[in-house]
């Protein structure tokens, strides 16, 4: 099957976990092909809030794992929400905490046009409750990432509360607002939310279960598939393992609840207009 099966949102991390040239070995072994690689928080790595080295460290791990092993990776870059919470539980006001996230994503932007990242993100809301003033700074940060985001004509991955059409209208929405190509808006951790009536033309990155891919490939093939693997010791296999988009989808293929045609639109074509990977 020569097809790059593509992990939409995987996290390495040799501080946590396995670390990128294990993972994707794994990844590969199962019969993945590409990885798109999203920065972990700043915490993760020892360094509160350092998004800078939070962003380069992800970059090492792809350029690391293209050249050690035969998987094509690329990095992803931004600031997570929760980025701004710990800020502000930090002592810092709302209004300092913005300012300091949204100075992070300028340099996420700046990661992307100089040709060492291929997006921003994963950025957005939390997926936990918060104050209504600290909802609003991050609505606010989501907003200027799209316009950074939309600046570089680069795809966004966003990272937000559980979302269903209501939440994916309100991001349509701001898209509109900033004028950013709605299909370079991709909500990471999505339900099977793939006919546009239902994600108002933004682009859907499925959590690879077998529920969400089977419902989702019911209604079509317009979404691309992720585990939102952690690489963290601590928690092993979370959230899905890195073997689980290439084994699912050659399950599903073998069981026929996926055609060739499918897995192809999925893991070239989407990725190749969303991306401009080919």
């Known amino acids: ?31 993945g092909k590409r990885m798109i690689i999203p920065n972990k928080p700043t915490w993760t790595i020892q360094k509160p809030f350092n998004f800078k080295e939070a962003m380069e460290l992800v970059i090492k791990y792809a350029k690391k794992i293209s050249s050690k092993t035969r998987v094509e990776a690329y990095p992803i870059v931004g600031v997570h929400p929760a980025e701004l919470s710990k800020l502000i539980e930090s002592g810092k006001t709302i ?16 990661l992307v046009l100089n040709g060492e990242a291929i997006g921003i993100g994963e950025i957005g809301r939390p997926h936990y409750p ?45 898209a509109d607002k900033v004028g950013i190509k709605k ?50 010791l601590s928690r092993p296999g979370a959230v899905l393992g890195p073997k689980t988009v290439p084994r699912r989808t050659k399950e599903f293929i073998q069981k026929g609840f996926m055609s060739l045609e ?10 190749e207009k969303v991306y401009g990977l080919v």
């Open 1 to 31: 099957m020569d097809i790059t099966i593509t992990d939409n949102h995987i996290h390495v991390d040799h501080i946590n976990g396995e670390g990128p040239v294990k993972v994707a070995e794994k990844f590969y072994r199962a019969g």
């Open 95 to 110: 209004q300092e905490a913005e300012e300091l996230a949204k100075t992070g994503l300028e340099y996420a932007q700046r």
């Open 130 to 174: 918060v104050g209504e003033e600290e909802w609003e700074a991050h609505n606010r940060i989501l907003l200027y990432a799209l316009e950074l985001a939309r600046e570089a004509d680069c795809p966004v991955q966003l990272h937000t509360e559980s979302s269903n059409s209501r939440q994916f209208r309100e991001f349509s929405r701001m």
């Open 183 to 232: 299909y370079k808006v991709i909500k990471h951790f999505s339900g099977p939310y793939v006919s546009e009536s239902e994600n108002y033309g933004l682009t859907p990155s499925l959590i690879a279960s077998r529920d969400v891919i089977k419902r989702a490939l019911e209604k079509g093939d317009n979404f691309l598939m992720e585990t939102d693997y952690l690489d963290d």
């Open 262 to 271: 499918d897995a192809y639109k999925i893991h070239e074509e989407n990725i």
